[in-house]
């Protein structure tokens, strides 16, 4: 039974796949105004704190653009920048077919580390990882990205920084890399071969035998990370301190973790979410249709006693987002752990999220969270207590300064 609804699941996506493919290139009127009037609505009734006059603003130069052409890439693009707006990592408006047709993948990611754009992951031979990008098509690579950073959904010009080569459809199909080492790297997004980087799974090993050990978790996405993490607690529960390495994790829910670790009470997010046009607002509110806020706040968590109670370092970057944040939060206002790194993306919102029979989706925050102080978080991302920041080079070398400083806290705490 199983085999066969995994036999008809996989017949329904490849199905949807090829349907989508063939999806028209071109939007009736009545399509682009349905789907505008729909994403305007659920951002209105939805998204906490919005500032209505500038989002119908927005809306207005919105609807100048899609009602002029009939091009659905035009309307794709028109519909990224008007949601991407909100600067908010969780609200984003894709299109499979958009993706299908013009979404090819580079082959390579890169952001700025230390103020140069960097090459951190490469699935092309003839780009390395720690290359410096300084030019696309020989335009400053900080102007172009200035100019594509209104397509590309995210809390802060950081986390941007972090998806713009994530975003495929806002580069050519063919493009040229300038290097600061002189290079052009041509890129064709169509014929590149491409080297497809091998899935990490959660690994651990000891730094110092039986005193100092180390846990990696890529993600925190089903039940296996999680549970190969706690058999690493079990089997490092000799150990003084555990640096636990949750850098480029992007999330997921790693409750059972988080209180395998914790043992202690904490202060959870504060949240705030949005109500606008209920019935009660309609029928007894002077202020409709403006929105009212509903904030919920102090609550405290108390922990069964942890699997590990030792010393515990968190190694964190801008990597780190949604669920890896709520992971991390607890422990940093707790102060059960010592984080070192990078400041976390900044970006945890619970959604409303909408498929369209076409193809196209729209996600929008509904409750957005700060911190239990009620400090922003959006944006801001949770500061490490030890910043260690990666270099070009340090990529080009294999060297890794963030593990090395973990590990030297570990040790001091040892000493008398």
Same mark, same amino acid.
């Given at each position: 039974?199983?085999?066969?609804?995994a036999f008809?699941?996989?017949?329904?996506?490849?199905?949807a796949?090829v349907?989508y493919?063939q999806?028209p290139?071109?939007?009736?009127?009545?399509?682009?105004v349905?789907i505008a009037s729909q994403?305007y609505?659920?951002?209105?009734?939805?998204?906490p704190?919005?500032s209505?006059?500038?989002?119908d603003a927005?809306?207005q130069?919105?609807?100048?653009?899609?009602?002029?052409?009939e091009?659905r890439?035009?309307?794709?693009?028109?519909?990224?920048?008007f949601v991407?707006?909100?600067?908010?990592g969780h609200?984003?408006f894709a299109d499979?077919w958009?993706d299908r047709?013009?979404?090819?993948?580079i082959?390579f990611?890169?952001?700025?580390?230390?103020?140069?754009?960097?090459?951190?992951?490469?699935?092309?031979d003839?780009v390395?990882?720690g290359?410096v990008?300084t030019?696309?098509?020989?335009?400053?690579?900080?102007d172009?990205f200035?100019?594509?950073?209104?397509h590309?959904s995210?809390? $802060? /010009?950081?986390?941007?920084a972090?998806s !713009?080569f994530?975003?495929?459809?806002?580069? %050519? &199909?063919?493009? #040229?890399i300038t290097?600061?080492?002189?290079r052009r790297v041509?890129i064709?997004?169509?014929?590149?071969?491409?080297?497809?980087a091998?899935a990490?799974e959660?690994?651990?090993r000891?730094l110092?035998?039986?005193?100092?050990?180390?846990i990696?978790i890529?993600?925190f996405?089903?039940?296996e990370p999680?549970?190969?993490?706690?058999?690493?607690?079990?089997?490092f529960?000799?150990?003084?301190?555990?640096i636990?390495?949750i850098r480029?994790?992007?999330g997921g829910h790693?409750?059972?973790l988080q209180?395998?670790?914790?043992?202690?009470?904490?202060?959870?997010w504060?949240?705030s $979410? /949005?109500q606008?046009g209920?019935?009660? !607002?309609?029928?007894?509110?002077?202020?409709y %249709? &403006?929105?009212? #806020?509903?904030t919920?706040?102090?609550?405290?968590?108390?922990p069964r006693?942890?699997?590990y109670?030792g010393r515990l370092?968190?190694?964190?970057?801008?990597?780190?987002s949604?669920?890896c944040?709520?992971f991390?939060m607890?422990?940093k206002?707790s102060?059960?752990a010592?984080?070192?790194?990078e400041?976390?993306?900044?970006t945890?919102?619970l959604?409303?999220?909408?498929?369209?029979?076409?193809?196209?989706m729209?996600n929008i925050?509904a409750?957005?969270?700060s911190?239990?102080d009620?400090?922003?978080f959006?944006?801001?991302g949770i500061a490490p207590?030890?910043?260690?920041?990666?270099t070009p080079?340090d990529?080009k070398t294999?060297?890794?300064?963030?593990?090395?400083k973990a590990?030297?806290?570990?040790q001091?705490?040892?000493?008398p």
């Amino acid at each position: 039974m199983r085999r066969l609804l995994a036999f008809v699941l996989m017949a329904v996506s490849v199905l949807a796949m090829v349907l989508y493919a063939q999806s028209p290139a071109t939007l009736s009127l009545q399509e682009r105004v349905t789907i505008a009037s729909q994403i305007y609505h659920i951002v209105s009734s939805f998204y906490p704190g919005l500032s209505q006059q500038k989002f119908d603003a927005a809306y207005q130069q919105y609807l100048a653009t899609i009602l002029r052409s009939e091009d659905r890439r035009e309307f794709d693009l028109a519909s990224m920048a008007f949601v991407a707006e909100l600067r908010d990592g969780h609200s984003w408006f894709a299109d499979r077919w958009l993706d299908r047709t013009y979404g090819q993948p580079i082959g390579f990611l890169a952001y700025p580390l230390a103020g140069k754009w960097t090459v951190v992951q490469s699935g092309l031979d003839k780009v390395r990882v720690g290359d410096v990008i300084t030019a696309i098509d020989n335009v400053p690579i900080d102007d172009f990205f200035d100019h594509s950073r209104k397509h590309v959904s995210a809390s $802060s /010009s950081r986390d941007a920084a972090v998806s !713009l080569f994530d975003t495929p459809v806002v580069f %050519p &199909e063919k493009f #040229t890399i300038t290097l600061s080492d002189g290079r052009r790297v041509p890129i064709d997004r169509q014929n590149d071969k491409k080297t497809a980087a091998p899935a990490e799974e959660t690994a651990g090993r000891w730094l110092v035998e039986k005193r100092v050990a180390y846990i990696k978790i890529p993600n925190f996405r089903g039940i296996e990370p999680q549970a190969r993490a706690l058999q690493y607690l079990r089997e490092f529960h000799e150990a003084k301190a555990i640096i636990v390495d949750i850098r480029g994790n992007p999330g997921g829910h790693p409750v059972a973790l988080q209180a395998s670790l914790m043992g202690r009470p904490y202060q959870v997010w504060t949240e705030s $979410s /949005s109500q606008h046009g209920g019935p009660i !607002l309609r029928n007894y509110s002077d202020a409709y %249709p &403006e929105h009212a #806020t509903v904030t919920y706040s102090d609550a405290m968590v108390h922990p069964r006693e942890p699997g590990y109670a030792g010393r515990l370092i968190l190694l964190t970057d801008r990597i780190c987002s949604c669920g890896c944040e709520d992971f991390v939060m607890p422990f940093k206002y707790s102060k059960r752990a010592t984080l070192v790194g990078e400041t976390t993306a900044g970006t945890f919102s619970l959604t409303r999220h909408v498929d369209y029979e076409n193809g196209m989706m729209l996600n929008i925050s509904a409750i957005h969270h700060s911190f239990p102080d009620g400090s922003t978080f959006e944006g801001v991302g949770i500061a490490p207590d030890v910043p260690v920041d990666m270099t070009p080079n340090d990529l080009k070398t294999g060297r890794d300064p963030v593990l090395q400083k973990a590990l030297e806290l570990a040790q001091q705490s040892e000493r008398p």
